[in-house]
């Protein structure tokens, strides 16, 4: 039996996402994230295509090799024992390579500048801080709430109306979604929006 930790992982149960930006806007309030920074964004996909447009909840999903990470020239980017990746504000040097490594566009610049945006870069934490002291006011400045050391879901998981966001290793997630395929007899089984390119190897 291993005793490897579990790895923590999103999903948008697509059937479920009702577009309302619930997650979003309690992600922004939660952190109190300036005006222009999105840690979770509602999109949609094949929009105008009869039968197949969807609705989903995107943010960082927490890769399992995580190509900011990897990219980072100050190596800024760490991942917890539980997968999440996280990134050490104060060692990043605002250069931008993560945006551009990261499939999901998560990576932010959080202000403007008179030669465009700069700054160090900011992004989803799945509300578990960051390097600094556990849920001291300057994590609480820089990273946001720190939900998981409360033993508390994300937020943006927290506040989805109907459960369409879910939070959790890969098994306590599959069981959710085979339960629901179930329950509307059999349809609906995909895999969510970035699931296979983000947990590849998993």
Known sequence: MSHEMSRMKFYCDESRCIECDGCSIACAEA???PVGIARRKVITLFEGIPGKEISTSVACMHCTDAPCEQVCPVDCFYIREDGIVLHDKEKCIGCGYCLYACPFGAPQFP????FGTKGAMDKCTMCAGGPLET???????????NRIAEGKVPVCAAMCS???LLVGDAESVSNVIRTRVAARGGKGMSSSYGWDKAYKNQ
């Open 31 to 33: 952190h109190e994230l």
């Open 162 to 164: 109907t459960k369409a």
């Open 111 to 114: 202000r403007e500048g008179i």
């Open 135 to 145: 849920n001291s006011h300057h994590e609480f400045e820089l990273y946001g709430q």
